[in-house]
């Protein structure tokens, strides 16, 4: 099993970012993907995460209305997009499958 995400990002205050995971040696559908993010000296935080195979979401609650996570099984590729970013938004952000698997991590930095 092997989870490649994107490179590191820069953004302003109030901009998006769409960070991806691309998935490889498993059955990509059958389990769910999560994000989950780690700031500056803080612990892990779950961001969301799909369902593969139905395209379900769930989001947790701080990041209502400004995250979007979504899937593309024909590349086996999972992205998340968190808008209106804030400087508290800069952390390294994770993709997880199956309690056990995990990217290399994307650094985001939210800086004016």
């Known amino acids: 099993v092997q989870l490649v995400q994107s490179g590191a990002e820069l953004r302003n205050p109030g901009a998006s970012v769409k960070i991806s995971c691309k998935a490889s040696?498993?059955?990509?559908?059958?389990?769910?993907i999560n994000w989950v993010r780690q700031a500056p000296e803080q612990g892990l935080e779950w961001v969301g995460r799909i369902d593969p195979e139905y395209g379900g979401t769930k989001y947790a609650q701080k990041f209502q209305g400004r995250v979007t996570i979504t899937v593309d099984t024909s590349t086996d590729t999972a992205d998340v997009e968190l808008s209106s970013l804030e400087f508290d938004d800069t952390a390294v952000y994770y993709c997880?499958?199956?309690?056990?698997?995990w990217g290399q991590g994307t650094q985001v930095t939210v800086s004016s």
């Open positions: 040696g498993y059955e990509f559908t059958k389990y769910y």
């Open positions: 997880t499958t199956q309690g056990s698997y």
